[in-house]
């Protein structure tokens, strides 16, 4: 069940992920003197950073979890078991700390509307 939750929760993630990317990809490549100027002067996009490295752990993480599974030779229903309620809720996590440090650094690439 849990399992399941996840991975729904993870698809509607990826295609906001997936669209927050696209929109970042167009501003720095529109104007990449502005956006990369704004990547240096706004401390938001610190905290983005930061974040960005906290997901990094937190998948490395739950990759840890796989391959300790795949060492220990554990496998089957309890594998299974494992994955649900450990890994997946470590990537869900993950997966919402990515998405909120692509949306900081979104806007704080996003042109502002006074000019």
């Known amino acids: ?11 509607f993630l990826s295609i906001v992920f997936a669209l927050l990317c696209l929109g970042l990809y167009r501003h720095l490549k ?3 003197s502005y956006a990369l100027s704004r990547l240096f002067l706004k401390e938001q996009a610190v905290k983005a950073f930061a974040l960005m490295t906290v997901c990094f752990l937190l998948f490395a993480a739950a990759r840890i979890v796989s391959f300790a599974l795949v060492i220990l030779g554990v496998s089957g229903e309890f594998e299974l078991e494992i ?9 869900l996590l993950a997966s919402l700390l990515l998405l ?4 900081i650094l979104y806007s704080v690439t996003r042109r502002s509307g006074r000019m």
Do not use: H, K, N, Q
């Not at 069940?1 to 698809?11: K, P």
């Not at 994955?83 to 990537?91: E, H, K, V």
């Not at 909120?100 to 949306?103: N, Y």
């Open 83 to 91: 994955i649900s309620l450990i890994r997946a809720p470590i990537d």
């Open 30 to 32: 529109s104007d990449p």
């Open 100 to 103: 909120a440090s692509t949306a």
């Open 1 to 11: 069940m849990i399992l399941e939750l996840t991975s729904l929760i993870g698809v």
